[in-house]
């Protein structure tokens, strides 16, 4: 299975969407368009997964920058998570230390 990345996507693009301008090139086996947890609405982003690399690279140079719903969409292969950067927001400086220290004023 080779997942590929799709992004800038518009918020009314659907699965069945996505799984026919995939389909073109080849079989799709899974579509998935992410969503945010407390809204639910789509986060304009979404993963393809095709069986075969040769019909996966044909997709992505044929649907990479092509208008879909509006919108440029980018398709590029999907990268495991190990290798995406972290996104972790560092603590405030000084919260440490607050502890039983607070309100004094």
């Given amino acids: 299975m080779v997942k590929l990345f799709v992004g800038n996507l518009s918020f ?5 969407d996505l799984r026919s301008a995939f389909a073109v090139y080849g079989p799709v086996s899974s579509v998935e368009i992410v969503n945010d947890r407390s809204s639910g609405e789509s986060r304009g ?5 095709m069986p075969g690399m ?3 690279m044909i ?3 044929g649907l990479n920058g092509r208008e879909l719903r509006g919108r440029s969409i980018n398709v590029s292969l999907a990268r495991p998570r190990s290798e995406a950067p972290a ?3 560092p603590a405030a400086p000084g919260w440490a230390v607050v502890g039983s220290g607070r309100h004094r004023w």
């Fill in 54 to 56: 040769k019909q996966a």
């Fill in 45 to 49: 982003f979404g993963f393809v997964e």
């Fill in 12 to 16: 009314e693009v659907t699965d069945l």
């Fill in 87 to 89: 996104r972790r927001i």
């Fill in 59 to 61: 997709a992505v140079a």
